[in-house]
């Protein structure tokens, strides 16, 4: 493994997959988080359930966390802020940690620090302010507006990694937002939850990697036949979620349109328990798409060197 130095410090921006699934998790795979490591910073785009987990056991640079990126807040997406923000101000953090995300973040932020207030309390009383500082502790909110629906909107400008917001369309949930990362002429997108639309195209042009969700419908209509009489209530979860998602194969139209090099399936639904299940949720992606296709895995590593 490479040292937490390196990491930081070698000049490529590293990504490591912290939760590759959706809302049902399974041995391989806790829902959605991706870690973005490049030139000393240690950013997060979503913290679902387990993401911190991952992190620990990736034994990640949870000190130098200095930004979290929210797409939404269902709850596969946002369940671990409060265990992040604890645990790497904990290990050593020494700044505020911003929390990037629509509008209705700091709601959010504001909860989570209601719902920690006590143990931080305990913490500072245990071990002193010089070992956990309080003001390292704090969440910061930052409210992101995008201007007009079709463009992208700067909102991390540091050591030349720019991070651009832009709409996605996970109606009803709104806002929600996908993000895309350049450094040095590397361009990564994730997603976010949303369906394919024209203006989510125009922001993954041209990307080295797009970390895209994709959700099976092919499975979940079989879950849906088997559990029908069952279970009518799982039944009708399972239907709704497919029209604020997307499928595989649209996940693979849209690499294709916008001539991305690898495609990753992220938000991975419903788990893959075994090969035969993970070749129907790949049933058509490569005759669409041409490039490289990865089925997402927890810690995951991706590493990208600037040309
Ligand atoms: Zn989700
Ligand atoms: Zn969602």
Not at 125 to 150: C, F, Q, R, W, Y
Not at 208 to 224: G, K, V, Y
């Amino acid at each position: 493994m490479l040292s937490q130095e390196k990491l930081l410090r070698d000049g490529k921006l590293h990504i490591f997959l912290l939760g590759s699934g959706g809302p049902f998790n399974n041995e391989k795979r806790v829902s959605s988080s991706i870690a973005v490591i490049v030139d000393g910073e240690f950013l997060l785009f979503d913290v679902g359930p387990g993401t911190y987990r991952n992190a620990d056991l990736l034994r990640l640079p949870v000190m130098q966390l200095s930004g979290i990126f929210l797409t939404h807040f269902h709850s596969d997406h946002i369940g671990d802020l409060g265990e992040v923000n604890i645990m790497s101000w904990a290990s050593g953090r020494s700044k505020a940690l911003k929390v990037y995300g629509p509008r209705g973040v700091d709601k959010v932020v504001n909860g989570f620090k209601m719902a920690y207030e006590y143990d931080m309390g305990y913490r500072i009383a245990h071990h002193g302010v010089e070992i956990v500082p309080p003001e390292a502790g704090v969440l910061i909110s930052k409210s992101i507006t995008i201007k007009d629906s079709n463009e992208r909107e700067l909102c991390y400008d540091k050591n030349g990694v720019k991070i651009y917001a832009f709409e996605v369309d996970h109606s009803p949930v709104n806002p929600a937002v996908g993000y895309r990362i350049e450094y040095k002429g590397l361009v990564v997108v994730i997603t976010g939850d949303t369906i394919k639309t024209e203006n989510l195209v125009k922001q993954c042009k041209n990307a080295d990697i797009l970390f895209s969700e994709a959700i099976s419908f092919d499975l979940l209509n079989n879950m849906i036949n088997l559990v029908k009489n069952l279970n009518p209530r799982v039944a009708k979860i399972l239907t709704d979620i497919q029209n604020y998602h997307m499928d595989p194969v649209s996940a693979a139209k849209l690499a294709k349109e916008a001539q991305v090099k690898k495609l990753v399936f992220v938000h991975i639904t419903p788990p893959l328990l075994n090969k035969n299940v993970e070749n129907i949720y790949l049933e058509g992606v490569t005759d669409v798409f041409d490039g490289e296709v990865i089925l997402g895995e927890d810690r995951m590593k991706f590493s990208l060197e600037p040309s």
